[in-house]
């Protein structure tokens, strides 16, 4: 027995012990989640459900305000997508390109949001908000939303363009094209992978994002978290647990999606300040 577990080595040995230890701390969570939702008995002190059955999806899926905040968090992940694409890109493309002065000090200032405790912040954008106008509104609630998701949607594709070697826009140009030809079909889709692992990003940062939305959008808007809490309080695990795999589904889909379009390298390079 020695001999074998020398052949082996004991450094692989530890390897594949804190790699089975990594596995069991991360997908057990999900693997109770999936037990739970398909469990329509469960006593202790079974290992496994004594009734398998879909009781609890049919349960939750049959509630108006489940299947209604469903639509509206991707609805307004979609916005918050799209409105932070139309605004951060050109902004992104600026600090890749273009020299200006407090340039360090502007990019940096992204970071403001995710520096301060956001219950904070969110309180005092309220304040503001209820005295514009903008509270239990739609748009109030995407604009909470954005101010979240602005550091990915400019530090990412800020690195995206700056990796965009400058002598291809300059071939391109001695050619004939036009500054906006070169950027439409040479800067644009070369720094497609990081801008859609940004779009990613901020799409699945506001279908989780509840005490913004809390503060701003009830009572008319409750996205899938401000439910969810619902939920859990109110009814048994297992209707929790079918709850939270549909709002863990898409998360686990699109950074799968993400992790084919860019390397690890790449979106470390989005978080430098150059």
């Known amino acids: 027995m020695l001999w074998y577990w020398k ?8 390897e594949f012990v804190l790699l089975t230890v990594f596995a069991i701390f991360f997908a ?15 006593n202790y002190p079974a290992v496994l459900p004594e009734v398998w059955g879909f009781k ?24 918050v997508t799209g409105l932070s694409l ?8 600026a600090f ?36 514009i106008g903008l509270m239990n509104t739609l748009l109030g609630v ?8 602005l550091m990915f949607m400019t530090w990412i594709p800020t690195a ?33 992978p990081g801008i859609m692992v940004a779009s990613v990003f901020t799409f699945l940062n506001s279908l989780d994002e509840a005490q913004g939305t809390f503060l701003v959008g009830i009572p008319d808007f ?14 048994p695990s297992s209707a929790g647990a079918v709850f939270s795999i549909i709002l863990t589904l898409p998360t686990i889909i699109l950074l799968l999606a993400a992790q084919r379009l860019v390397s690890a390298d790449v979106l470390a390079s989005g978080f430098q300040v150059k």
């Open 7 to 14: 052949s082996v080595g004991w450094r692989r040995i530890v």
């Open 28 to 42: 057990g969570p999900l693997v109770n989640l999936l037990v739970l939702a398909f469990s329509e008995k469960w």
């Open 56 to 79: 609890w999806w049919n349960f939750v899926l049959a509630k108006d305000d489940i299947v209604s905040s469903i639509s509206l968090s991707f609805l307004i992940a979609a916005m």
């Open 86 to 93: 139309v605004i951060c890109i050109p902004a992104a493309y």
């Open 96 to 131: 890749a390109r273009i020299q200006f002065p407090l340039k360090r000090m502007f990019l940096f200032s992204f970071l403001l949001t995710h520096a301060f405790p956001k219950m904070g912040l969110y309180v005092s954008i309220a304040v503001l908000f209820y005295r």
């Open 142 to 149: 995407v604009l909470i939303h954005m101010i979240n998701v």
């Open 160 to 192: 995206a363009f700056r990796n965009v070697h400058r002598a291809q826009e300059e071939s391109a140009r001695d050619v004939g094209a036009t500054p906006f030809r070169v950027f439409r079909s040479i800067t644009l889709p070369m720094a497609m």
């Open 222 to 235: 409750k996205t899938m978290p401000i439910v969810m809490y619902t939920i859990i309080s109110d009814f």
